[in-house]
């Protein structure tokens, strides 16, 4: 068996901003206009008016201040409420392909390797742009590796759930090295129209680069250990699925898009996440208290600031807790791998961090590193 690292991380930022007061200025515009179009139901009792969003709701819910997106128009347009995506050809590469590509190559650059030294590639995500031919293959042919390439999804967890599958393949042997990709273009399956969750998603795209520990360049992150959990709940879902057509759904019916039942995710994944990290740590005889970072998943800041007291038995500060959220808001399973990509320069050889997602499913993935 081999030791394993995360060599490298790769990050690709969208090329748009959507802040929090633009985003409120198109909800209440469609507001209007939806309230005007239904106004005789309205005065009729027969329907209830929508209400407007603000600011202060949006920070005061979810710590999110802005996020980023691959189209900005679409989403803006009150009359639209969705990206505005051009369909391609299919001997084009893919708009989730292409975002992929782009963080692996910027992980393989970070390691000062090429595709060469890769065997494998999971392509980790909350959503899938099409069923197949699978996105993993078209990213690994895209980038030049010689190997494999599969996809899998448990939502918000993928990316955790990816390394254990990439850390297995490396110490067992059966690749020396494998990239876990992230592109999450969430923004197309964000219910944009709705007050509740209008707010919560970005679009980026993360890789995560695994490989053995003694090809691994300096300063290298040592994997200790992963650990997985799920449990069926219906608490976030989304229902679009190839059966859709089959079953004559309208697909801008709610239930085809991102829902979710915000408090009881609180009240139940949070003990949840808290116990399933102090599990994993106690089990490598490590001290909570004494780990030196926690890059948690970015959903809510409400959400990551108990894990982490309930972890810490304290109050958590920036630097032991980073958050990203207030940048790029909710990136399903690319959350905690961008805290990580923006947080890790500081940690001294020797000093050990907890990577950790939740979400859908539930699932619960964590990671536990230590600098080499």
């Given at each position: 068996m081999h030791r394993v690292a995360i060599s490298s991380t790769g990050l690709f930022t969208p090329p748009h901003t959507i802040t929090n007061a633009e985003l409120v200025t198109a909800f209440n515009q469609y507001v209007d206009l939806e309230n005007a179009k239904h106004a005789d139901e309205i005065a009729a009792g027969t329907r209830q008016p929508l209400t407007y969003s603000n600011e202060e709701f949006i920070v005061k819910a979810s710590g999110i201040k802005a996020r980023y997106v691959m189209d900005k128009d679409g989403v803006l347009d009150p009359t639209r409420m969705r990206p505005r995506f051009?369909?391609?050809?299919?001997?084009?590469?893919?708009?989730?392909?292409?975002?992929?590509?782009?963080?692996?190559?910027?992980?393989?650059?970070?390691?000062?390797?090429?595709?060469?030294?890769?065997?494998?590639?999971?392509?980790?995500?909350?959503?899938?742009?099409?069923?197949?031919?699978?996105?993993?293959?078209?990213?690994?042919?895209?980038l030049g590796i010689q190997g494999w390439g599969f996809d899998m999804n448990v939502a918000c967890s993928s990316a955790t759930f990816g390394l254990e599958l990439a850390v297995n393949a490396v110490r067992t042997g059966t690749a020396r090295a494998v990239l876990v990709v992230n592109p999450e273009i969430t923004s197309a399956h964000l219910a944009w129209m709705d007050r509740d969750c209008h707010f919560i998603f970005g679009d980026v795209g993360t890789a995560i680069l695994v490989q053995r520990l003694d090809l691994a360049p300096a300063g290298a992150f040592e994997v200790l250990g992963t650990k997985l959990f799920s449990s069926f709940s219906n608490n976030i879902r989304n229902n679009a699925g190839f059966m859709s057509r089959a079953e004559d759904r309208n697909p801008e019916d709610r239930d085809q898009l991102f829902r979710q039942e915000g408090r009881k995710v609180f009240k139940e994944v949070c003990p949840l996440a808290a116990e399933h990290i102090t599990t994993h740590l106690t089990s490598l005889d490590l001290d909570p208290g004494k780990v030196r970072r926690f890059w948690l998943h970015q959903a809510n800041l409400a959400m990551n600031q108990f894990i982490s007291k309930k972890v810490l038995g304290r109050e958590a500060t920036e630097d032991d807790a980073p958050v990203i959220l207030d940048e790029f808001a909710n990136t399903a399973s690319a959350g905690s791998i961008i805290s990580f990509h923006r947080n890790h320069a500081d940690i001294q050889p020797g000093e050990v961090g907890v990577i950790c997602s939740f979400g859908a499913g539930y699932s619960i993935g964590s990671v536990i590193v230590k600098r080499t």
């Amino acid at each position: 068996m081999h030791r394993v690292a995360i060599s490298s991380t790769g990050l690709f930022t969208p090329p748009h901003t959507i802040t929090n007061a633009e985003l409120v200025t198109a909800f209440n515009q469609y507001v209007d206009l939806e309230n005007a179009k239904h106004a005789d139901e309205i005065a009729a009792g027969t329907r209830q008016p929508l209400t407007y969003s603000n600011e202060e709701f949006i920070v005061k819910a979810s710590g999110i201040k802005a996020r980023y997106v691959m189209d900005k128009d679409g989403v803006l347009d009150p009359t639209r409420m969705r990206p505005r995506f051009t369909a391609r050809p299919d001997d084009a590469l893919s708009l989730m392909a292409e975002v992929g590509v782009k963080a692996c190559q910027d992980a393989l650059a970070k390691a000062g390797m090429t595709a060469a030294d890769v065997d494998g590639l999971v392509c980790a995500a909350a959503n899938m742009q099409r069923a197949y031919p699978a996105m993993g293959v078209e990213i690994q042919t895209a980038l030049g590796i010689q190997g494999w390439g599969f996809d899998m999804n448990v939502a918000c967890s993928s990316a955790t759930f990816g390394l254990e599958l990439a850390v297995n393949a490396v110490r067992t042997g059966t690749a020396r090295a494998v990239l876990v990709v992230n592109p999450e273009i969430t923004s197309a399956h964000l219910a944009w129209m709705d007050r509740d969750c209008h707010f919560i998603f970005g679009d980026v795209g993360t890789a995560i680069l695994v490989q053995r520990l003694d090809l691994a360049p300096a300063g290298a992150f040592e994997v200790l250990g992963t650990k997985l959990f799920s449990s069926f709940s219906n608490n976030i879902r989304n229902n679009a699925g190839f059966m859709s057509r089959a079953e004559d759904r309208n697909p801008e019916d709610r239930d085809q898009l991102f829902r979710q039942e915000g408090r009881k995710v609180f009240k139940e994944v949070c003990p949840l996440a808290a116990e399933h990290i102090t599990t994993h740590l106690t089990s490598l005889d490590l001290d909570p208290g004494k780990v030196r970072r926690f890059w948690l998943h970015q959903a809510n800041l409400a959400m990551n600031q108990f894990i982490s007291k309930k972890v810490l038995g304290r109050e958590a500060t920036e630097d032991d807790a980073p958050v990203i959220l207030d940048e790029f808001a909710n990136t399903a399973s690319a959350g905690s791998i961008i805290s990580f990509h923006r947080n890790h320069a500081d940690i001294q050889p020797g000093e050990v961090g907890v990577i950790c997602s939740f979400g859908a499913g539930y699932s619960i993935g964590s990671v536990i590193v230590k600098r080499t």
